[in-house]
C-alpha cells in the first residue's frame, strides 16, 4: 500500500516538475527574445524561435501524465484539482512560450530594416513581465494563493506600460512613416508582452484555484485601453 | 447498472451540449461584431461586449461538469480522452470568444473616428472565419476527424488573406496617416480573425485526438507570414 501511495506522490510531483520547467523556459525564451531585440541579434532571435519547440513537447508531456494518472488512480478532490490545474497551466505556459517566439520572429524582421531605435517602454513592459512570470512560477513552486494574487494585481501596472508604448508607437508612425513596418512590428511586439502579462494571471488564478479550491472571480478592472484607443482629446484617458 | 450506464451516458452528452453551445455562441458574437464593424453599429458593438460573458461562464460550467465525472466515475480510454479534449476545447472557444469580444471593442473605437472604410480583405477573413468555426463544431457533433481535417487545411487560405489585409493596411498607413488610429484597429481585427483561425485549427486538431485517439502532428506549413514582414523587395514573399 505504501508503495502505491509513494509512486503516485511520485507521479504528483514529476507533474509539478515538468510545469516548473515548461515556465523556466518560458522566462529564458522571454528575456532571450527582449535581449535579441535590443541588440539587434539575429542569430539569438533564430534560436528563440527554434526553441520554442521544446516548450511544445514539455506539453505534450504534461498531458500524457495527466492521462496515465487519470486512468490508473482515478484522482479525487484536492489531486483532481491539481492535475486538472496542471493541464491548464500547460496550455497557459505553451501559448506564453509561442509570443516570446513571435517576438523572435519579429526580431529578424525588424533587423533587417534600416535601424532606428525603439520607445524604452517596450523594455521597461518586457521586464515586469519577466519579473511577473517568474514571481508566478514561484507562487507556484510555494503553493502560495498570496504571492500568486500579488502577481495578478501587477498585470494592471504591465497595461499601463502598454497603453504608454501603444501611444508612443502610433505617434512615431505619423512622425516617421518611412518605418513603418518597424513600427508595426514594436507594436504588436508591445502587444505580445501584454499578452504574456495576462497569461501570467491566468497561472495566478491557476495557483490560486489549486490552493484554495474556489475558482477566483475576476474583479479587477481591465486597464489595459489600447484596444478602445482614439484619437481624440480623451485619447489618453 | 443499465440506470448508472445511462446516467453517465447523460453526463457526457451534457458536456457535448455545452460544447456545442459555447461554439454556436462564439459564432453568432463573431458574425454580430463584423456586422458591428462593417456598419458603424456602436450599439450592436456594445452587446457583443456584453455577450461575452456567457461564453465564460459555459467555460465554467464545462468545467464544473468535467471535475463531476472525473470524480465519480473515474473515466477511462475514450471517455477519459473525450472529457480532456472537452476541457480544452472550451478554452479554445474561450479564447475565440475574446477576440470576437476585442473586434467589438475595436468598432467602437473606430466609430468614433471620422469614418474612412476599410479593405473588403477584411470583410473576407472574417466570413471564412465565420465558416471555418461553424464547420469544425459540425465535424464536432458528427464526430468527424476527416472533416475537422479538412477545416485545419483551410487556414492556410485564412492566412493568405491576412498576410494581404496587412499590406493593404501598412500601405494605407502611410497614405493616409490623419486615418492612423482606425487603420491600426483594422490591423489588430486582422490579427484578432487570423488568431479564432488559429484557434478553429485547435479545436479540429482536438477532434482529431478525441476520434483517433493519437495526437496530429503538425506539418503544414505555416503561411502567415505578417510577423515576418518587411519592407524590402521581398516584402510580399
Do not use: C
Amino acid at each position: 500500500m505504501e508503495h502505491i501511495v509513494k509512486s503516485y506522490d511520485a507521479e504528483i510531483r514529476e507533474l509539478r516538475s515538468l510545469i516548473s520547467r515548461m515556465g523556466g523556459l518560458v522566462e529564458d525564451q522571454l528575456s532571450a527574445a527582449i535581449t535579441a531585440l535590443s541588440e539587434y541579434d539575429v542569430e539569438l532571435a533564430a534560436k528563440v524561435k527554434a526553441g520554442d519547440r521544446q516548450i511544445d513537447d514539455l506539453e505534450i508531456q504534461v498531458e500524457n501524465t495527466a492521462v496515465s494518472i487519470f486512468a490508473r488512480r482515478a484522482p479525487v478532490a484536492d489531486d483532481l484539482r491539481e492535475i486538472i490545474s496542471s493541464l491548464k497551466m500547460s496550455a497557459v505556459l505553451e501559448r506564453a512560450g509561442d509570443y516570446a517566439k513571435n517576438i523572435a520572429k519579429r526580431t529578424i524582421a525588424i533587423a533587417q530594416e534600416r535601424p532606428v531605435g525603439f520607445p524604452p517602454t517596450i523594455v521597461q513592459m518586457s521586464e515586469l513581465a519577466a519579473t511577473m512570470l517568474r514571481d508566478v512560477m514561484d507562487a507556484y513552486v510555494r503553493h502560495n494563493a498570496d504571492a500568486a494574487m500579488d502577481v495578478w494585481y501587477r498585470d494592471e501596472q504591465l497595461d499601463n506600460l502598454h497603453n504608454t508604448a501603444y501611444r508612443q508607437l502610433i505617434a512615431r508612425m505619423v512622425e516617421m512613416p518611412d518605418h513603418i513596418n518597424t513600427w508595426t512590428h514594436l507594436l504588436m511586439i508591445a502587444k505580445n508582452l501584454e499578452r504574456i502579462g495576462d497569461q501570467t494571471t491566468n497561472l495566478a488564478e491557476q495557483i490560486y484555484y489549486s490552493v484554495k479550491g474556489t475558482i477566483l472571480e475576476d474583479t479587477r478592472p481591465k486597464h489595459d485601453l489600447t484596444s478602445s484607443a482614439t484619437s481624440g482629446p480623451d485619447a489618453s484617458a
